[in-house]
């Protein structure tokens, strides 16, 4: 996911086999700059991208606050910083072949960096600085090498900051959040990951993190890191690391484990399934004119909206007594006194009406019944909370018949029935029985989807 973020097997072996008594992956030893200024920002550099990878050749610095830290392993020969020690505008990173780094760039130092014959590039939507990487055919910022760092990055001689994480709810992340250092409250892990390491052993690792209003974001973990085996904290509470991307996807890395504060409470259990007798079956329709015109619509007598989820609606067609058809509700709400209308035919009811329904739905489904057929709405317990017809009996010729035309309920009716009533409807068809009215219905004119009658 992130090739610079944690250290691959292959580089262990690599560096393993070059060992040397005075490496040069070493961090250098401190020293700070007085003389350089600053004269570009970040925003100047990112303008330079033209969409293919550039070595910058104008003599461009500029100046940030380190936000990432190597020291417990967590991050990986890349160094994140921010153009500001709070409320940072935007944020940059820089690839860089040099091992524990924090010796040199501790979180809170200023550096400055002069670009010119550094490579610019960008990778999934993120901008890049560093050397040249040459693989697979192509070249690609990659890590700048050891003994160019001190050619290109240097350390202010300004005290270390203390860098104040911008506080940012999971939903309000933004593209410019990203390479900065973040603080999200009211966090937790998942219930899946409870119980397990941060990270499998040398493996990059996904743990979720949710609020408790459901909004997650991917926790990123190393497999070498010195927490690798700790196990992730059971509570709730505020995560402070740096926000990474990749094109829309974020994903957070803390530096160690004094990122980590979860001791309250988890999140209640957010209790997603009701019952209710204040949404039933308004209208049912099959227009004489026009079968890609059919449609079912519920309507919420209630002064507050109910989330579908869990919910069903059955057919049963002509006399059979076994489900024929469902059409799951789960991913909608129903407003407050309002309606929900279901569609077969998507394209021709939008054609017909003028408007698109709230969900499409396909041939031989609830919404599609040609008059005969008898239908249930049931809540995610299982209970049918409301019917049209009666179940084992065809419709044709009785007073549950709408072939060729229309059943509404009475404007009066306010709650759902289970049991079949039929003076609660006013039902309109070609052939029905003789206390419906024999009257077939076209569309649009006969027809009022979408409005409580």
């Not at 010796?103 to 610019?120: C, D, H, N, R, W």
């Not at 890191?225 to 990749?246: A, C, K, M, Y």
């Not at 509404?408 to 029935?417: D, E, L």
């Amino acid at each position: 996911m992130f090739k610079n973020f944690y250290l691959p097997l292959l580089a262990i072996i690599f560096f393993c086999a070059s060992c040397v008594k005075s490496s040069e992956f070493d961090a250098p030893q401190s020293s700070c700059e007085e003389n350089l200024q600053a004269n570009g920002t970040f925003a100047q550099v990112k303008a330079l991208y033209q969409g293919e990878l550039l070595q910058i050749q104008d003599d461009l610095i500029i100046e940030g606050y380190v936000v990432s830290s190597d020291r417990a392993g967590n991050f990986f020969s890349v160094l994140h910083f921010q153009d500001a020690i709070t409320n940072p505008t935007e944020g940059f990173q820089i690839e860089i072949d040099l091992r524990q780094s924090y010796l040199l760039f501790e979180p809170g130092s200023k550096v400055l960096i002069k670009l010119k014959g550094l490579y610019l590039g960008q990778s999934r939507d993120v901008f890049k600085l560093g050397g040249t990487f040459a693989g697979f055919g192509t070249v690609s910022v990659g890590r700048l090498p050891a003994l160019q760092i001190p050619e290109h990055i240097f350390l202010s001689c300004d005290e270390i900051a203390a860098v104040t994480p911008t506080t940012v709810a999971i939903e309000n992340l933004a593209p410019n959040f990203t390479n900065t250092l973040v603080q999200i409250e009211n966090v937790e892990l998942v219930e899946e990951d409870l119980g397990q390491m941060y990270a499998l052993e040398l493996e990059e690792t996904e743990r979720t993190l949710v609020d408790c209003s459901e909004n997650e974001i991917i926790m990123l973990n190393s497999g070498f890191s010195d927490f690798q085996e700790e196990l992730l904290p059971e509570g709730n509470g505020s995560i402070t690391g740096v926000l990474l991307r990749e094109n829309d996807d974020y994903f957070l890395a803390i530096r160690d484990l004094n990122d980590i504060d979860f001791f309250q409470e988890r999140c209640e259990e957010t209790i997603t399934t009701f019952t209710s007798t204040s949404v039933f079956i308004s209208e049912l329709a099959d227009p004489n004119n026009n079968a890609g015109a059919r449609f079912v619509e519920l309507y919420n007598s209630a002064s507050a909206p109910l989330n579908l989820n869990g919910w069903t609606l059955r057919r049963y067609t002509n006399a059979n007594t076994d489900v024929s058809s469902t059409i799951d509700l789960s991913n909608f709400t129903i407003e407050a006194e309002s309606t929900l209308v279901i569609s077969p035919n998507v394209e021709e009811f939008e054609l017909v009406y003028g408007f698109a329904p709230d969900l499409g739905v396909g041939t031989n489904s609830p919404a599609d019944s040609n008059g005969d057929d008898n239908l249930e709405l049931v809540d995610p317990f299982g209970t049918v909370i409301d019917i049209f017809g009666v179940v084992g009996e065809d419709g044709s010729g009785t007073n549950h018949e709408f072939e060729d035309g229309r059943a509404v309920r009475n404007s009066n009716i306010v709650q759902a029935n289970n049991n079949y009533t039929f003076s609660e409807w006013i039902i309109f068809n070609d052939s029905g029985d003789s206390s419906t009215i024999n009257e077939p219905q076209n569309a649009p004119e006969d027809f009022t989807p979408g409005v409580r009658d």
